[in-house]
């Protein structure tokens, strides 16, 4: 792990704000880790109201999507998708009212003390929430482990450079995310609750040490590197324990959630409000006005850089998530979705594309690689053609956080060459 | 916008330091020793590294276009070579002399293994290790400092190794005199003062680390130390074997060298420490006055050993 540059200051003190209502949104059927949606419940001339449930599954692993404006359906075809290229998608023409649904009443705070814990899931279900840090696994799995659960780690280290949705959520979310916590610790019944946040945020750790201070919560403060923010790493950071080679979180009795999918929960049960809408940091260089943006799920990527301009000067990237792992766009047109934690708008000057040149050994992957590998050597394995090896070095484990090829001076593609390679190595297993 | 987007694999963002910016910076760093040996040994030295610059870079050059790749002189690490091997020659050997040794370092012990990063041994020292064993004579043959002329003068090393000295008192020199470079020697080697700027920069723009080169001179120190002396156990001049012969440059410039040393903290103390073990008994017991080049040129071949051998401990992995 290493600090890096950060470009956090463009935004970490500019507060949520609420995007412009889009006119049109773009709701792609696949938003989470699992199996894209297969139960369509509108038709195109439908008309639909914000918090409707637009499509669903009836097994597997999966999350419900719901409209983020009122309007009519368009079409259902395929679009831009920010992760997979195309992926088919419900398109909503907007009708400018915002019409929510009628049942999205606020509960009573003694009709969410009756919910049981079976009933709180059903409602993480119901409202299609998944880890907004990025992974976008259903939330709903997450909170019906196998074995009962020990630790609970909140995350708000966001390492990513540039994001500052979390923090801000930190800091004016502070009361959901006590609330959020104290329903997830409702259905799982954890021993201890942490919240995990980088020392690069004093603010968002003072909010948060203040509203649960009579909790008996840790709040735990994390030396600023990337990726702290990792799931393995945070896990090892703040109960000095490691989760297994090839095992999961809760194999061990952990839980990890983000702050942001804490937030929604909270909301979900409270507000009855589904997953429609997130915060996002809108930023880079390009950009006269960064913002920490409340967006409707859906909006397209051009719609938020718009409401952050005026350009400096023509974008040459546009990256959607954090620039250490996040994906290149190739139009933006494409539509923010649930994992979407960030938009930036890069140029060239902090993009510039090297030329891949041999390994020199300078061990700059292997200090840095926060699980321990040789990224170097399991990249030059890669191409021998030998992922036998590769595999015997540890690929499996790797997290993908990219920090192998940031560091490299070589700039050799080293992440993305393992990222090629376990997929291989997957497909080979599943065979 | 659109039709001019670049979408390219995460990670989307670089430390600035590329392998061309380290190599300069080394170059940089070797710039002190260079100046000194001018004043030191007079115009002499000014040619032998000349020739070994130019030699290396023309050879790398001539054989990346024969080969039909491209041509990568310009990231700094042939000129590095030659410098290094002109820093480990007498300043008033013959200039063709240092070309040989840079063309065998280069196309050798460089390209014919592959290039950049696919060297086994460091090339400057194969170059030198090779003159060593072709032309004793000329790498043998040491002038003495401030006189700009080709007066010969033996290493303290050698005298000492030949038992016409047994210590700094014999030798007629004091401790400074070693540290800023009066005495006979390579034309690089002499000055460890330069030596050490040049080391200071490198550590503080985190090219290099503490590790080979402190536990490289500290075993040497040690080892000499306890059985430097014929006079017994405990009574060797830990100092004088730190500041004589080609240690601080071997250890700070060539035992760091990326490619022929491992890549872990802790594999390069173990060949720190080796490369120390064996300087000390080639110094003490070996047939030749000083044991640097060969005991790095030996661990080089040792490198992918330990790197098999000491791992970073992974993460979940008991
Ligand atoms: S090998 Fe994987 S875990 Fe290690 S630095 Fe590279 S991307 Fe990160
Ligand atoms: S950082 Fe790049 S050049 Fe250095 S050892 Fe790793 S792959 Fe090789």
């Not at chain 2, 200071?200 to 080892?223: D, E, M, N, Q």
Request: with cysteine; glycine share 10%.
């Amino acid at each position: 792990m290493v600090r890096i540059e950060e470009h956090k200051h463009l935004t970490e003190n500019k507060p949520i704000e609420q995007a412009v209502l889009p006119a049109r949104v773009v709701i792609p059927l696949l938003q989470h880790l699992g199996k894209t949606l297969d139960r369509v419940l509108v038709k195109p001339q439908d008309h639909v109201r914000r918090g409707e449930c637009l499509a669903t599954s009836d097994k597997g692993v999966f999350a419900p999507v719901h409209a983020s404006i009122s309007g009519t359906v368009s079409q259902i075809a395929d679009f831009p998708h920010p992760v997979s290229g195309f992926c088919r998608a419900i398109e909503i023409e907007g009708d400018g009212k915002d019409e929510a649904l009628d049942t999205m009443k606020p509960r009573t705070s003694d009709e969410v003390a009756r919910l049981t814990a079976a009933e709180l899931r059903a409602i993480v279900f119901e409202s299609g929430i998944v880890g907004l840090g990025g992974a976008t696994f259903p939330a709903h799995i997450k909170l019906a482990p196998a074995k009962p659960i020990e630790d609970f780690i909140v995350n708000g280290a966001e390492c990513e450079p540039y994001l500052t949705a979390d923090n801000r959520l930190l800091i004016e979310k502070s009361r959901e995310i006590v609330d959020g916590i104290k329903l997830v610790a409702r259905i799982i019944q954890p021993k201890n609750i942490s919240i995990a946040i980088e020392n690069n945020k004093p603010q968002a750790i003072r909010c948060m040490r203040e509203a649960v201070k009579s909790l008996g919560w840790r709040v735990v403060v994390l030396k600023t590197a990337y990726p702290q923010g990792g799931e393995k790493q945070v896990i090892k950071s703040c109960l000095r324990r490691e989760v297994p080679s090839g095992k999961l979180p809760f194999d061990i009795g952990v839980l990890v959630h983000n702050v942001g999918t804490v937030v929604a929960i909270a909301e979900a049960v409270y507000l009855r409000k589904p997953l429609y809408e997130r915060v996002m940091t809108v930023s880079g260089a390009c950009l006269e006005n960064p913002k920490n943006l409340l967006v409707r799920l859906g909006t397209l990527v051009e719609d938020l850089l718009k409401q952050c301009g005026p350009m400096t000067r023509e974008p040459k990237r546009i990256i959607m998530g954090g620039p250490m792992m996040g994906i290149a766009q190739f139009t933006p047109q494409t539509p923010v979705i649930k994992g979407t934690s960030g938009i930036l708008a890069l140029d060239e000057a902090e993009e510039k594309e090297q030329e891949e040149s041999f390994c020199v050994r300078c061990g700059a992957c292997v200090e840095n690689c926060p699980i321990g590998l040789n990224p170097g050597l399991i990249a030059l394995a890669i191409a021998k053609g030998r992922l036998d090896l590769a595999e015997s070095y540890g690929i499996m484990d790797c997290i993908e956080c990219g920090l192998c090829a940031y560091v490299c001076p070589g700039r050799r593609h080293i992440v993305q060459a393992i990222k090629a390679a376990k997929l291989k190595i997957r497909k080979q297993q599943n065979k | 916008m659109a039709d001019k987007l670049f979408v390219a694999h995460a990670p989307h963002m670089h430390k600035t330091e590329s392998i061309a910016g380290i190599m300069w910076r080394v170059n940089l760093a070797l710039i002190p020793s260079g100046l000194v040996a001018l004043f030191i040994f007079g115009p002499a030295a000014l040619w032998v590294m000349a020739s070994g610059v130019l030699a290396a870079v023309g050879t790398e050059a001539f054989i990346q276009k024969a080969r039909g790749q491209k041509v990568t002189v310009s990231d700094g690490s042939a000129f590095m070579t030659g410098l290094l091997v002109a820093y480990n020659l007498p300043a008033h050997c013959p200039i063709w002399v240092a070309a040989a040794g840079s063309i065998f370092a280069i196309a050798i012990a460089k390209q014919a293994f592959g290039g950049l990063g696919r060297n086994i041994f460091n090339p400057a020292l194969a170059g030198r290790a090779f003159l060593v064993a072709a032309w004793p004579k000329y790498m043998t043959t040491f002038t003495k400092p401030f006189v700009y002329d080709a007066v010969t003068q033996a290493t303290p090393l050698s005298l000492i190794k030949e038992g016409k000295a047994s210590g700094m008192v014999d030798l007629g020199l004091s401790y400074w005199d070693l540290f800023i470079g009066n005495r006979g020697g390579s034309l690089g080697e002499v000055c460890i003062l330069a030596l050490l700027l040049g080391g200071v920069y490198l550590l503080c723009r985190g090219i290099i680390t503490w590790h080979t080169p402190v536990s490289f001179i500290a075993t040497v120190a040690v080892f000499m130390w306890a059985f430097g002396s014929p006079e017994g156990l405990f009574r060797g001049d830990a100092l004088f074997q730190i500041l004589s012969g080609g240690l601080v440059l071997g250890a700070v410039f060539m035992a760091t060298d990326y490619v022929t040393s491992p890549v872990t903290k802790k594999g390069q103390v173990i060949f720190g420490i080796c490369c120390g073990l064996l300087t000390g008994v080639i110094r003490r017991w070996g047939g030749y006055p000083e044991g640097v080049c060969y005991s790095i040129l030996v661990m080089n071949a040792a490198a992918p050993l330990i790197d098999r051998f000491v791992q970073k401990r992974r993460y979940g992995v008991a």
